[in-house]
């Protein structure tokens, strides 16, 4: 398999397209439905499972259930942000290096658990409210981009489906 698929299964996120109302409106059901679809593939993997990878050099899936719970974080921070701030500035961390650190190697429950709150908070913010806070925005310093909410709901349904993905080509590798 090419290395090319095996590091964006599902293709690399196109953050210059307009997404319309409807990947909008998906995207917010996909983010809702998320945490039980991962902990539904997960959950009653060995530790020999969680070891896995999904390509050479990359991520066990464990540390991908425990990446999910960091960025998924960030995201909903940077989004409090957008709507709360005008045009913020966000920096980026070194997932690589947060990958690494003594909290990736716990059990996956605690992440598992982080995101379901995330994404339940996040679906109360989105959910409720208008199209205008759509077009909030965050600048992200080191990609040097501004995102709108309305690139960032999908941006963050790809990640999700994204590193599902990993994980089923990790339990397949």
Known sequence: MEIEHLQYPIGRFDKTRTYSDSDITYG???????PAILEDTVKNLSDEALAQIYRPGGWNIRQLVHHLADSHSNMY???KCALTEDNP???GYNEGDWAELPDSKLPIDPSLKMLSGIHQRLAAL???NDDSLLEKSYF??????TYTLRTVIPL???HSEHHLEH???ALNY
Request: proline share 0%.
């Open 28 to 34: 917010i059901s996909y983010l809702k439905d998320y």
């Open 77 to 79: 921070i940077r989004i």
């Open 89 to 91: 500035t966000i920096k």
């Open 126 to 128: 989105l959910d409720n």
């Open 140 to 145: 992200h310093a080191g990609y040097d981009f």
């Open 156 to 158: 963050y349904q790809w």
């Open 167 to 169: 994980i089923k080509l």
